[in-house]
């Protein structure tokens, strides 16, 4: 049944060329696996998100993941730090109580 498998969450990217520099040399993402033309990222306590390339990247505009942390302040403050062409904002957000979320 569903309730007892894990659920993966998933992001639909147009330049997965792009998308990679940034989820891996930003964020600092390992790749598990390359699969459908997308890429499955290891996260923490052996969880996982698909990226994949899709024409209707970008057009939601609800989050689909968050990453729970302990310190949202410290994550806060790191992805502020990021260097990156495009820019990158972090915010707290009224999410569970160890949570932020980021646009990129």
């Known amino acids: ?3 007892n498998s894990p659920i993966v969450p998933y ?4 330049d997965m060329a792009r998308a990679r520099k940034f989820y891996e040399g930003k964020l600092g993402l390992k790749p598990r696996e390359e699969y459908a033309g997308g890429v499955i990222y290891e996260c923490g306590n052996g969880s996982w998100v698909f990226m ?5 990247a970008g057009t939601s505009k609800a989050s689909t993941a968050f990453w729970a942390v302990d310190d949202v302040a410290s994550e806060v403050a790191e992805l ?3 260097e990156s062409s495009r820019r ?5 957000a009224a999410l569970p109580s160890r949570a932020a979320c980021f646009r990129r």
């Open 1 to 3: 049944m569903l309730m």
């Open 11 to 14: 992001i639909p990217v147009a």
């Open 52 to 56: 994949y390339p899709s024409a209707g």
């Open 80 to 82: 502020k730090a990021i």
């Open 88 to 92: 990158c904002s972090a915010t707290c």
